[in-house]
């Protein structure tokens, strides 16, 4: 049994959430952590949260690039194509931003991550 209601509803919405919610759950925390330290870059710890927004929309696009690589992954190949060339899109940006830090670079990845996530809550079928 679970001590705190939040973690109990938590397991229920994960098991009763489709992939395509899922992945839109996650892109949109993604640019959430990047909106966050937009508007927080003054702050004293904007480094370190910065640093750890950057490497979750690594982690991210790093695992829709190897399902999307997969030969049993269902979308057509063009789509693939395109999302992967997002992706390489995305991984320069990152890079290009952990290495000359600024807050205007992160308004593509925002913009990025909140339209796909707003495509898979349209879509109904299929996973990146």
Same mark, same amino acid.
């Given at each position: 049994?679970?001590?705190? +209601? =939040?973690? *109990?509803? !938590?397991?229920? &919405?994960? *098991?009763?959430?489709?992939?395509?919610?899922?992945?839109? #759950?996650?892109?949109?925390? *993604?640019?959430?952590?990047?909106? %966050?330290?937009?508007?927080?870059? &003054? $702050? &004293?710890?904007?480094? %370190? !949260? /910065?640093?750890? *927004?950057?490497?979750? $929309?690594? !982690?991210?696009?790093?695992?829709?690039?190897?399902? /999307?690589?997969? %030969?049993?992954?269902?979308? +057509?190949?063009?789509?693939?194509?395109?999302? /992967? #060339?997002?992706?390489?899109?995305?991984?320069?940006?990152?890079? &290009?931003? =952990?290495?000359? +830090?600024?807050?205007?670079? /992160? $308004?593509?990845?925002?913009?990025?991550? !909140?339209?796909?996530?707003?495509?898979? #809550?349209?879509?109904?079928?299929?996973?990146?």
């Amino acid at each position: 049994m679970y001590n705190n +209601p =939040m973690q *109990a509803y !938590q397991e229920v &919405d994960k *098991a009763t959430m489709s992939g395509r919610e899922t992945e839109a #759950r996650v892109l949109t925390l *993604a640019a959430l952590k990047l909106k %966050e330290c937009q508007n927080n870059w &003054d $702050n &004293d710890m904007k480094h %370190e !949260q /910065l640093d750890a *927004a950057l490497r979750f $929309n690594q !982690q991210i696009w790093s695992i829709f690039q190897s399902e /999307l690589a997969k %030969e049993d992954n269902p979308l +057509p190949p063009n789509i693939k194509q395109d999302i /992967l #060339r997002l992706g390489t899109f995305v991984d320069k940006r990152i890079f &290009d931003t =952990m290495s000359f +830090p600024s807050p205007e670079k /992160l $308004n593509i990845i925002i913009k990025i991550n !909140q339209n796909l996530a707003a495509g898979l #809550r349209g879509a109904s079928t299929g996973t990146v």
